[in-house]
């Protein structure tokens, strides 16, 4: 059996309150206001996976969700 775990990110879930999440406007991309619409008109709960995060100097910066 082939071994995979090479490509296995080392990643752990932990629960961080909002308040302790930074999005940045210098670190994320311009907001699509058109995109906004559009992910809301089709938004499906079943769809939504864990907000992934860049810790950096004590910040917890949104990286993606």
Known sequence: MTDFSAFVPNVHYELIP???LVS???YQRDISWRQVKEIAENFDLAQVNA???SRRDGKN???DG
Do not use: E, H, L
Request: aromatic share 8%; hydrophobic share 40%; net charge positive.
């Open 24 to 26: 940045d406007q210098a």
């Open 61 to 63: 910066y949104v990286k």
């Open 18 to 20: 909002i308040k302790n």
């Open 51 to 53: 907000v992934k995060i």
